[in-house]
T-cell receptor
Framework: AQSVSQHNHHVILSEAASLELGCNYS??????LFWYVQYPGQHLQLLLK??????LVKGIKGFEAEFIKSKFSFNLRKPSVQWSDTAEYFC???????????FGTGTRLQVFP | DGGITQSPKYLFRKEGQNVTLSCEQN?????MYWYRQDPGQGLRLIYY???????QKGDIAEGYSVSREKKESFPLTVTSAQKNPTAFYLC???????????????FGEGSRLTVL
């Protein structure tokens, strides 16, 4: 069965530190990839997505992610985090040409001033 | 305003009772989804529907049922067969390819079900 793995369950950083959250998926076919974020008390919202083309995609709030097909990975990065980035981050995979969309277990990020 | 409305926001039920969670969208999206969110387990797909009168099981469909009689509505019934129903349930919708499919899911505010 297809699955999405996020190995970092809880990450604690100080402001201005760099961030990298891992995401790996298991599916041999073509995929569309997403990162969603859930700020405390708010809806899940889209951070960025990859469909095709340049494997380095940029999203909102200075986030970016790189799709490495050979590693089945789509890691999320930010060079300098802020306290307002405190949230839960979810990686998601859509199997190409289907509507099935699977989420990872999420990574809780806490940023301290 | 366009969006997804879930109701009720909080729901309590006794063991052995079925309960139906409502999800309505006015975004004219074709695809709709139900996820269950539990701490440390992320979002797990229960059911999804691509078009009216059609739906597919997700990864944890046992003990749940859905219907899709109208494009706007995708109710979820949590039956007494669901062994651990206490959870936070999220409904989402997505515009499909056919037009420009952004791929983005739009989520409702969620329904928190507690079984007593």
């Amino acid at each position: 069965a297809q699955s999405v793995s996020q190995h970092n369950h809880h990450v604690i950083l100080s402001e201005a530190a760099s961030l990298e959250l891992g995401c790996n998926y298991s599916y041999g076919g073509t995929v569309n990839l997403f990162w969603y974020v859930q700020y405390p008390g708010q809806h899940l919202q889209l951070l960025l997505k990859y469909f095709s083309g340049d494997p380095l995609v940029k999203g909102i709030k200075g986030f970016e992610a790189e799709f490495i097909k050979s590693k089945f990975s789509f890691n999320l990065r930010k060079p300098s985090v802020q306290w307002s980035d405190t949230a839960e981050y979810f990686c998601a995979v859509n199997l190409y040409n289907t509507d099935k969309l699977i989420f990872g277990t999420g990574t809780r990020l806490q940023v301290f001033p | 305003d366009g969006g997804i409305t879930q109701s009720p926001k909080y729901l309590f039920r006794k063991e052995g009772q079925n309960v139906t969670l409502s999800c309505e969208q006015n975004l004219n999206h074709d695809a709709m989804y139900w996820y269950r969110q539990d701490p440390g387990q992320g979002l797990r797909l229960i059911y999804y529907s691509q078009i009216v009168n059609d739906f597919q099981k997700g990864d944890i469909a046992e003990g749940y049922s859905v219907s899709r009689e109208k494009k706007e509505s995708f109710p979820l019934t949590v039956t007494s067969a669901q062994k651990n129903p206490t959870a936070f349930y999220l409904c989402a919708s997505r515009r499909r390819a056919g037009g420009q499919d952004t791929g983005e899911l739009f989520f409702g505010e969620g329904s928190r079900l507690t079984v007593l």
